[in-house]
């Protein structure tokens, strides 16, 4: 079956600055790919999604990007804020008529310091 | 996206006993997914359960220790049979939206002492 390896497992950033979470899969067939915050106490929140038909996808201070060829996908945060706080899973899915059932990376706990 | 109401949001519950935690959708899904998010840990697909036929169960999840009942296309239940300390999670239900993302509920913390 799919599996997901997700690093660093924490990250620590000043105000400010960028943050990148990198994650690979094993299953070729995987073709989505979304990414969730998770606050303490919170359940998971979808904050950006990619398809394996597109490289990148932008909204705003978030970005994810997509090489199907080496079979990795990354997080990018610009600009962060203590509000980013939280711990960012990557997740991996094959689909068929539907995107089906999601495999998860480890999880990244990343901390932005004022 | 899909608003989810799960329930009970948490429970303290003694070794031996069991649990039914149960998902509402405010619309039609296909397919919903419950989920196992062990302390500090990432989640762990326990099965997928689709109306109208048995539930499917991942690597490491049985039937018997987690039954599944999928009634309608709106309500889903998960039981954690025969609890011990090991079964302290969080369990999650999540359903696939219109758009092709996921959506979680709220989870159900429990704690078996």
Known sequence: GENVEQHPSTLSVQEGDSAVIKCTYSDSASNYFPWYKQELGKRPQLIIDI???????????????????AKHFSLHITETQPEDSAVYFC????????YGKLTFGQGTILTVHP | SAVISQKPSRDICQRGTSLTIQCQVDSQVTMMFWYRQQPGQSLTLIATANQG????????????????SRPNLTFSTLTVSNMSPEDSSIYL????????????????RLTVV
């Open chain 1, 51 to 69: 398809r394996s038909n597109v490289g990148e996808k932008k909204d705003q201070r978030i970005a994810v990007t997509l090489n199907k060829t």
């Open chain 2, 53 to 68: 036929s048995e539930a499917t169960y991942e690597s490491g999840f049985v039937i018997d220790k987690f039954p599944i």
């Open chain 1, 91 to 98: 997740a991996a899915s094959v689909g068929g008529t539907s």
């Open chain 2, 93 to 108: 239900c999540s359903v696939e939206d219109s758009g092709g993302g996921y959506t979680f509920g709220s989870g159900t």
